[in-house]
């Protein structure tokens, strides 16, 4: 399989992990010249999300090395395409997990590009030209406009980045389900980088919203620091039966193997729990909580690019940005490890731009 075709031409520097030991390390590659539908974009700063840390260490057996990581991206164009009429260069926008999809399915036609069996992703994947696709860890990229969105001018672009992955990762469920309807009670399950966001969203929806998590030391954060109006404690028995069906709706953004049954006993009647963390082993789901409370179970996947641009014009509106650390492209490696552990509040977000301490 080729990592490049002949119209690549451009070099560029970025940081890759070139085996399953997970280390990044300086990586110059080339990138493909910017077609007429494309634009070209100067990476200001990108994302470090969970799925990284899995893709660097090959933890799903799937990573093509090198693998140059990162789809939480910001930058400001330098290029466009003859075809492109909807950027300019100067714009300020946003690359997220989707760099290619067949664009004729049923999926991509209702703007649900991110469901499409052709799907192929900013990293880790393969392009229209055959090329394995490098991602945001990276001083430049060219993506093709189709899944490029514009950043609003009132959102900074660091702490906008994340949101093309965590931000619209639980934006969409939360759409799609209707869990906008103010006065209603969510819950969120995991006080990470997707449930510090989906906390400010639920508030800014006018919803009641418990956080569910198994450390009682992140209740101060949780309700001082992110307006969280209630909190439970999932270690608690007493804490948990205080909760039971008080709740219209839970996102479940936990990436380790838990029991859906006590947070299904959460629901009230005819509620529902989506998941939108990816833990490596099966979840429980015992079928009582299910029967008894006539609740539902579904999934959800980040969302198609109309639905990003909408979740980042409502980001706008709403002042609402991910709560950061930034960090230098040579403090990656320790970002990593240090994500690993859960140790951040919320996201790491590497300045592109910033000098190394070396």
């Known amino acids: 399989m080729t990592e490049t075709t002949p119209n690549h031409t451009q070099t560029v520097e970025g940081w890759a992990a070139m085996n399953s030991s997970g280390k990044i390390t300086p990586f110059v590659f080339k990138r493909r010249e910017n077609g007429v539908d494309d634009v070209t974009i100067k990476v200001l700063y990108c994302g470090i999300c969970h799925t990284d840390l899995h893709h660097v260490k090959d933890d799903w057996g799937i990573t093509m090395y090198p693998v140059v990581p990162g789809h939480e991206i ?82 900074p672009l660091d702490a906008a980045a994340p949101l093309l992955c965590a931000g619209i990762t639980v934006f969409s469920p939360m759409k799609h389900y209707n869990m906008s309807q103010t006065g209603k009670k969510l819950g969120v399950v995991g006080l990470g980088g997707l449930g510090h966001v989906a906390i400010k969203f639920g508030k800014a929806f006018g919803l009641h919203v418990t956080v569910i998590s198994t450390s009682p030391s992140k209740e101060k954060e949780a309700k001082e620091r992110l307006g969280a109006d209630d909190f439970i404690v999932s270690t608690d028995p007493e804490s948990m039966k205080r909760g039971a069906r008080s709740l219209d709706y839970i996102i479940d953004t936990v990436a380790a193997k838990h029991s859906l049954g006590p947070i299904l006993e959460l629901l009230t009647v005819r509620g529902t729990l989506v998941l939108v963390g990816a833990p490596d082993k099966p979840l429980d789901l015992p079928s009582f909580p299910l029967i008894f409370g006539k609740r539902n179970v579904a999934g959800s996947i980040i969302g198609g690019m109309k639905e990003t641009q909408e979740m980042l014009d409502f980001c706008g509106e709403h002042n609402i940005y991910c709560d950061i650390e930034l960090v230098k492209p040579d403090y990656i490696n320790e970002a990593l490890d240090r994500l690993a552990r859960n140790d951040v509040r919320y996201r790491f977000v590497i300045d592109i731009d910033a000098a190394s301490d070396r």
């Not at 090329?131 to 945001?136: D, E, F, L, P, V």
């Open 74 to 155: 910001t930058g400001v164009i330098t290029k466009v395409g003859s075809n492109v009429t909807n950027f300019k260069v100067g714009d300020r926008v946003g690359v997220g997990c989707l760099a290619a999809t067949c664009l004729a399915c049923e999926f991509c036609k209702a703007s649900e590009e991110n469901y499409c069996d052709k799907v192929q992703f900013t990293y880790n994947g393969i392009f229209w030209d055959g090329s394995i696709t490098y991602g945001g860890y990276s001083k430049m990229l060219v993506a093709d406009k189709r899944y490029v969105v514009h950043v609003p001018d009132s959102l």
